[in-house]
């Protein structure tokens, strides 16, 4: 019999032992756990110096190489390129090419040797921007470390050399990388030049406000002198320019330059550049400027002066047009591509007609077709202003102007191409009629309801006579007088395919128009009437406008030919190595913005637009003209696009800052009147637009709109597309065409004398 006391007994005591292992187990774990997580601790930590070491190897290999390497900028190079002229070509009647404009680097710097520098002028600079600059070798370490133990950053670090890397370079982000490149590329450059040679390139290079690159134009513009006639105050005044170059500018704030020139000749006292005698006599000068009515220009500089070229909105265009073009094709930064055009020795076969421009340039400069040519124009009430833009069929821009009124500077605002108006009804044909007979939507003579819409909370548009509402008008007569119930009523009624997306494409993507508000500029207003959020300028409606009387081709508008570099190298148009021949911007090809037939029907519906009402007794009116209008609200804005067979145009007229011009006939048409009359004076009036063989002109029903049947009263004769022909009338009979005949002449009338009053309002 088994005692269970003794089993139980038993069973206790080696519970016991077996309760402690599994204790003994949790603390093997827990001590697992812990070495494991120190293990990944170090293995981090060795991963982060492992990989610290390849970095900063890499980082020290590269800064060795850079550092002991050639040079990474050339000096040479950038001297040679400040003395190499760029010329502008024209061409003559015989096709020969002469020069039309030289581009001198000294217009904006001219390279001088250090030796031509006054030591008071380098001393004022080293004294400002970089005191250890004769002991350091590229790098300030004492000021960066400073700076950097400071938290402060007002007053920066940068050495002079590393400002001429900062200046040659025109790399001026903030970032760590930039600023490591840029001590690197100081080292080297200490490395392969000389102090001197480093001085004579900053100053040379330095913006020194004003547009001068370099001491010596500023030296010539601010005192009108020489380097070697400067005194010590001046030398200050210039350094003294270098921080903010518009802020201390002693023509703008002489104040601020004045406060800051004290400083630097604080500087150079306490680094013993100068005595103490110099300083007071430097503080106490009184420095004349050339905008001082004390100054006194001297023969040699009226002289220098007179030589200089007038520099014409054509060149500013070319040069624009160049440096755009460099960087869109080469990637190059607008400050290189600058340096290219004045110091790059470029040769550029531009494209002016010069004859034409000098014409264009005569009238805008006297105002001689203007209402008002003598109106008074100063800062507080400032003149009407206007621009015109003139090409040929292809793209070439013959003639261009940019302001009304003496031409107040070199590369100042070309509002030809530089600002955006509201076009007002000139967009007509370009966002609605065009695209609509492109689509077969409309013919010259379909019949669209004259009547305004609900929009907005209100009855929208009005026409030009304030009306909302009238009888349904052929689109030919709509667009002759410019009705605006027409087009609004050709997109919102669904008849023009896709509504206002397809304005909107043929604006952008058929016209290049380049402003239009893809956002703000959806809605009827911009596509019907040009009530555009931006608007266009007379470049792009020029352009557009070609495509009316080339035969439905878009052609990028182009200032020049082709440009070569120094050694006579085609760079632009930038040219393709697989082919053979050379391209310049004429061989390139326009694209198709709308069929030929239906640039056909464009041509002689704007050719219904009458001139008369600008003046009577000019050439230009012999000749065939296409054309259309244009107004804004409250007469803010005039437009007048147009063409012969020979050129294109368009015109904008009115205020700077908007505001209501209360004219009653157009401005822009008398000015189209003068000048294409002189430009058309020795031209053959016969020659006609192009015809693609694809339309026909045909009568037409005044009642259905129809081609005409054998009793329907005419409503005269239109053009239309072959492959899209209107249907013959077949409702009229004979035994209402007496009556349709009466109504038909009545309308004539009404129409006519409704057409006279219009010319003399607004569209």
């Known amino acids: 019999m088994r005692d269970d006391s003794l ?15 599994k204790k003994s187990k949790k603390k093997r774990k827990k001590k697992k756990k812990k070495h494991t997580f120190l293990s990944v601790v170090l293995a981090f930590f060795l991963i982060c110096f492992l990989t610290g070491c390849v970095v900063a190897g890499y980082v020290l290999t590269n800064a060795f190489l850079v550092i002991g390497g050639d040079p990474v900028i050339s000096l040479e190079d950038e001297k040679t390129n400040q003395n190499q002229t760029s010329f502008i070509y024209a061409f003559d009647e015989n096709n020969k090419p002469y020069e039309y404009m030289r581009l001198h680097g ?21 004294a400002l921007e970089d005191k250890r600059f004769y002991s350091h070798k590229g790098v300030d370490w004492y000021r960066l470390g400073g700076v950097i133990s400071s938290l402060s950053f007002e007053q920066g670090a940068s050495t002079i050399t590393q400002q001429l890397i900062k200046n040659i370079t025109d790399h001026r982000e903030v970032t760590i990388v930039r600023k490591y490149n840029e001590i690197l590329s100081a080292l080297n450059l200490e490395k392969n030049y000389d102090k001197k040679e480093i001085m004579e390139a900053y100053l040379n290079v330095v913006y020194l406000g004003s547009g001068c690159y370099g001491v010596k134009t500023a030296a010539e513009t601010y005192f009108g002198k020489d380097l070697n006639e400067l005194d010590l105050a001046e030398c200050t005044v210039l350094a003294s320019i270098t921080k903010a170059p518009y802020s201390f500018n002693p023509l703008y704030n002489p104040e601020k330059n004045k406060s800051r020139q004290k400083y630097c000749l604080d500087m150079m006292l306490e680094q013993n550049f100068i005595t103490y005698a110099q300083y007071n006599g430097a503080l106490a000068e009184d420095v004349i400027l050339t905008n001082d009515p004390r100054y006194v220009e001297t023969k040699e500089k009226k002289a220098e002066k007179e030589e200089e070229q007038y520099q014409n909105f054509y060149v500013d265009f070319v040069i624009d047009q160049v440096i755009s073009d460099l960087v869109s094709q080469y990637g190059y930064t607008r400050s290189e591509a600058t340096k290219m055009i004045y110091y790059g020795g470029l040769h550029i076969d531009c494209a002016v007609d010069p004859n034409i421009q000098d014409i264009l340039e005569n009238v805008y400069s006297t105002r001689s077709a203007f209402p008002n040519p003598h109106e008074t124009d100063t800062e507080d009430h400032p003149a009407v202003q206007s621009s ?22 070199v590369r100042c605002l070309n509002r030809a191409a530089d600002s955006p108006r509201q076009p007002g009804s000139s967009i007509k044909p370009l966002s609605v009629y065009s695209p609509a007979i492109e689509k077969n939507a409309i013919t010259w003579s379909t019949y669209i309801k004259n009547q305004a819409i ?23 007569y709509a667009l002759e007088v410019s009705l605006n119930t027409v087009p609004a009523r050709i997109v919102y009624d669904g008849i023009l395919p896709g509504g206002i997306s397809t304005s909107l494409d043929y604006l952008t993507n058929h016209y290049h128009l380049k402003h239009v508000d893809m956002t703000n500029d959806a809605s009827l207003p911009p596509v019907c009437v040009g009530a555009m959020t931006y608007g266009a300028t007379t470049l792009e409606m020029a352009a557009a406008y070609a495509t009316f009387g080339n035969g439905g081709l878009y052609y990028k508008p182009y200032a020049y030919y082709e440009v070569r570099d120094s050694s006579g190298q085609v760079i632009l148009p930038k040219q393709d190595p697989s082919l053979k021949t050379k391209i310049t911007n004429r061989d390139i090809a326009g694209e198709r913005a709308i069929s030929d037939d239906t640039a056909d029907v464009m041509c002689e519906l704007l050719q219904t637009v009458p001139i008369s009402s600008y003046g009577s007794g000019y050439t230009v009116q012999k000749f065939p003209v296409m054309c259309k209008t244009g107004t804004t609200d409250e007469d803010m804005n005039r437009w007048f696009c147009a063409g012969t067979p020979y050129y294109v145009c368009s015109i904008w007229y009115g205020y700077d800052l908007a505001k209501n011009m209360h004219t009653t006939v157009n401005p822009c048409g008398r000015i189209f009147l003068d000048v294409f009359s002189k430009i058309h004076k020795n031209l053959d009036p016969n020659k006609t637009f192009p015809k693609s063989g694809k339309t026909i002109k045909k009568a037409f029903c005044s009642r259905t709109g129809l081609l005409a049947g054998k009793y329907c009263g005419t409503g005269g004769y239109g053009w239309y597309k072959t492959s899209d022909l209107p249907k013959q009338c077949s409702s009229c009979t004979a035994s209402v065409s007496f009556e349709d005949a009466v109504k038909e002449e009545a309308t004539k009338a009404a129409e006519s004398i409704n057409n006279i009053f219009s010319l003399l309002r607004p569209d």
């Not at 089993?7 to 292992?21: E, L, S, Y």
């Not at 000294?106 to 080293?126: M, Q, S, T």
């Not at 909370?457 to 030919?476: A, E, F, H, I």
């Open 7 to 21: 089993f139980d007994n038993n069973c206790m005591q080696t519970a016991g032992p077996n309760v402690q292992p």
């Open 106 to 126: 000294e217009i904006n710097r001219i390279w001088v040797d250090y030796n031509e520098i006054p030591k008071d002028l380098v001393n004022a600079f080293i």
């Open 388 to 409: 015109m833009t003139i090409m040929d069929y292809h793209g070439r821009v013959v003639a261009i102007v940019g302001q009304a009124g003496e031409k107040d500077g």
């Open 454 to 476: 609900a929009f907005d909370g209100k009855l929208w548009p009005k026409n030009v006579d304030g009306s909302t509402s009238g009888s349904s008008r052929t689109v030919q």
